[in-house]
T-cell receptor, first 115, second 116 residues
Framework: SQKIEQNSEALNIQEGKTATLTCNYTNYSPAYLQWYRQDPGRGPVFLLLIRENEKEKRKERLKVTFDTTLKQSLFHITASQPADSATYLCALDWWSGGGADGLTFGKGTHLIIQP | NAGVTQTPKFQVLKTGQSMTLQCAQDMNHNSMYWYRQDPGMGLRLIYYSASEGTTDKGEVPNGYNVSRLNKREFSLRLESAAPSQTSVYFC???????????????FGPGTRLTVT
């Protein structure tokens, strides 16, 4: 079965530095890979989606890379702020363009940005 | 737009009781999903619906039933609750199935269910 690994321990980063989170997976590469943010007591919020034929995608201070050879995605937050503190979820997406497909989520990495 | 709404927010059941979790979206999305989130397990897909009138099993469907009542609403029913179903339940929707769309998902605030 497909496995997704994210850093299980909390990641502590000093404010202003770049935070880098890792998502590794086994077996088949998905068509897409997505990243979500989840705050305590709330539902996940979509951040970025990257396709298998894209190496990098950016949105404001966020950057995602997707390496299907390494079976890895990296999620970067530049100029990190305490408000970026949250749990970040990686999700594999095999959607083929037709009807619904659920996502396969990693367990998430808890990011703490210290002032 | 309210996005995805879920009711109730909290619920405590005794073993063997039944209940229905309600979910509605106002984004005109074709696809809807039910996930459960447990500590140390991450989010796991229970059921999903590609369109009104269709439903499919996800990774952990046992003990649950679903109904896609119309395009807006997708309910999750526990017929005979068990302590193993204590979890946080999230409903989500996406545009998947619409031409030119992608599968980014929009989640509701969750229902926190405890079965004693």
């Amino acid at each position: 079965s497909q496995k997704i690994e994210q850093n299980s321990e909390a990641l502590n980063i000093q404010e202003g530095k770049t935070a880098t989170l890792t998502c590794n997976y086994t077996n088949y590469s998905p068509a897409y890979l997505q990243w979500y943010r989840q705050d305590p007591g709330r539902g996940p919020v979509f951040l970025l989606l990257i396709r298998e034929n894209e190496k990098e995608k950016r949105k404001e201070r966020l950057k995602v890379t997707f390496d299907t050879t390494l079976k890895q995605s990296l999620f970067h937050i530049t100029a990190s702020q305490p408000a970026d503190s949250a749990t970040y979820l990686c999700a594999l997406d095999w959607w083929s363009g037709g009807g619904a497909d659920g996502l396969t989520f990693g367990k998430g990495t808890h990011l703490i940005i210290q002032p | 737009n309210a996005g995805v709404t879920q009711t109730p927010k909290f619920q405590v059941l005794k073993t063997g009781q039944s209940m229905t979790l309600q979910c509605a979206q106002d984004m005109n999305h074709n696809s809807m999903y039910w996930y459960r989130q447990d500590p140390g397990m991450g989010l796991r897909l229970i059921y999903y619906s590609a369109s009104e009138g269709t439903t499919d099993k996800g990774e952990v469907p046992n003990g649950y039933n679903v109904s896609r009542l119309n395009k807006r609403e997708f309910s999750l029913r526990l017929e005979s609750a068990a302590p193993s179903q204590t979890s946080v339940y999230f409903c989500a929707s996406s545009e998947a199935g619409t031409s030119g769309s992608e599968n980014e998902q929009y989640f509701g605030p969750g229902t926190r269910l405890t079965v004693t």
